[in-house]
């Protein structure tokens, strides 16, 4: 079945580094995606890894995938308040016949 | 582009009201997704189109719940009666190849619906 867990909030000092974390059950994933959504706002998509990567640094992101353990984390650093939302992960299938199947989302709080 | 546009940007309505949520994907997406979003239920997936046509609408939580699609540049979710519990964001996202590629799918900004 699908499953993808985050946990629910993080709460990090400002120029301190975040990890959120993201379990997920289904092996045949083929991308697994970051979306942030600021309040009142749609989810955007931050970055994404293919599969068959383990890592992939964009500026201040750096994505890490741990297949077998199933497990997918996003590190931010130099966290900046405007950073604060909520971070989804979602793992997409070859075939277009699945929709992704996202996770509850993790808050992260940025103290200033 | 102007990217996925959903309207209303807020909706208030009374309980066992129609309310009819509009939906315009990007230009060439071939799939449409509807989803909800509620504190307590999180994101959901409630139905997707590909070209067009509805292709998984088990998140469709009852039959006050209907989505159609009657072009490629145009989609509603209407609900018929409302309920309180029906008040949540409705989202709206497009994508080309069904999001399995390094762009995933483009949400719109939602849509607030509040039954009262």
């Known amino acids: 079945g699908e499953d993808v867990e985050q946990s629910l909030f993080l709460s990090v000092r400002e120029g301190d580094s975040s990890v959120i974390n993201c379990t997920y059950t289904?092996?045949?994933?083929?991308?697994l995606y970051w979306y942030k959504q600021e309040p009142g706002a749609g989810l955007q998509l931050l970055t994404y890894?293919?599969?068959?990567?383990d890592m992939k640094q964009d500026q201040r992101l750096t994505v890490l995938l741990n297949k077998k353990d199933k497990h997918l984390s996003l590190r931010i650093a130099d966290t900046q308040t405007g950073d604060s939302a909520i971070y989804f992960c979602?793992?997409?299938?070859?075939?277009?016949?699945?929709?992704?199947?996202f996770g509850s989302g993790t808050r992260l709080q940025v103290q200033p | 582009d102007a990217g996925v546009i959903q309207s209303p940007r807020h909706e208030v309505t009374e309980m066992g009201q129609e309310v009819t949520l509009r939906c315009k994907p990007i230009s060439g997406h071939d799939y449409l997704f509807w989803y909800r979003q509620t504190m307590m239920r999180g994101l959901e997936l409630l139905i997707y189109f590909n070209n067009n046509v509805p292709i998984d609408d088990s998140g469709m939580p009852e039959d006050r719940f209907s989505a159609k699609m009657p072009n490629a540049s145009f989609s509603t979710l209407k609900i018929q009666p409302s309920e309180p519990r029906d008040s949540a964001v409705y989202f709206c996202?497009?994508?080309?190849?069904?999001?399995?590629?390094?762009?995933?799918?483009?949400f719109g900004s939602g849509t607030r619906l509040t039954v009262v």
């Open positions: 979602a793992e997409g299938f070859y075939t277009g016949r699945r929709a992704l199947t």
């Open positions: 289904d092996s045949s994933s083929t991308y």
């Open positions: 996202a497009s994508s080309a190849m069904g999001g399995q590629t390094n762009y995933g799918y483009t």
């Open positions: 890894i293919f599969s068959n990567m």
